[in-house]
Nanobody, 123 residues
Framework: QVHVVESGGGLVQPGGSLRLSCGAS????????MGWYRQAPEKERELVAR???????TYADSVKGRFAISRDNAKNTAYLQMDSLKAEDTAVYYC?????????????????WGQGTQVTVSS
């Protein structure tokens, strides 16, 4: 019912930049919060950044001052600008979208994840 697609990952040298995009589509009444998470090998998935429909943002301490999350509500799309990348930022980055969709009896909340995009920071 909700399809989430990420793009923009790749290989970048330390100190470089990447911009990730996340688009949501489907039978969506409303998109609420959108968030970026990451999972490195043998580690738990962790929140990187999150933005509400009103534009309030939350960041992991490890990325504050380097990453910036934004969104285009008209396009149901979120972006993650990543600057000053470090080797420890290497991970698969996932987008999570919190939505309101039509259920069998009225509307209901529904969260959807994308398939992930690999970010590798290495010289």
């Amino acid at each position: 019912q909700v399809h989430v697609v990420e793009s923009g990952g790749g290989l970048v040298q330390p100190g470089g930049s990447l911009r990730l995009s996340c688009g949501a589509s489907g039978s969506i009444i409303r998109v609420d919060a959108m968030g970026w998470y990451r999972q490195a090998p043998e580690k738990e998935r962790e929140l990187v950044a999150r933005i509400t429909s009103g534009g309030s943002t939350t960041y992991a301490d490890s990325v504050k001052g380097r990453f910036a999350i934004s969104r285009d509500n008209a396009k149901n799309t979120a972006y993650l600008q990543m600057d000053s990348l470090k080797a420890e930022d290497t991970a698969v980055y996932y987008c999570k979208v919190d939505t309101l969709i039509w259920g069998q009896i009225g509307s209901r909340s529904y969260s959807a994840w994308g398939q992930g995009t690999q970010v590798t920071v290495s010289s």
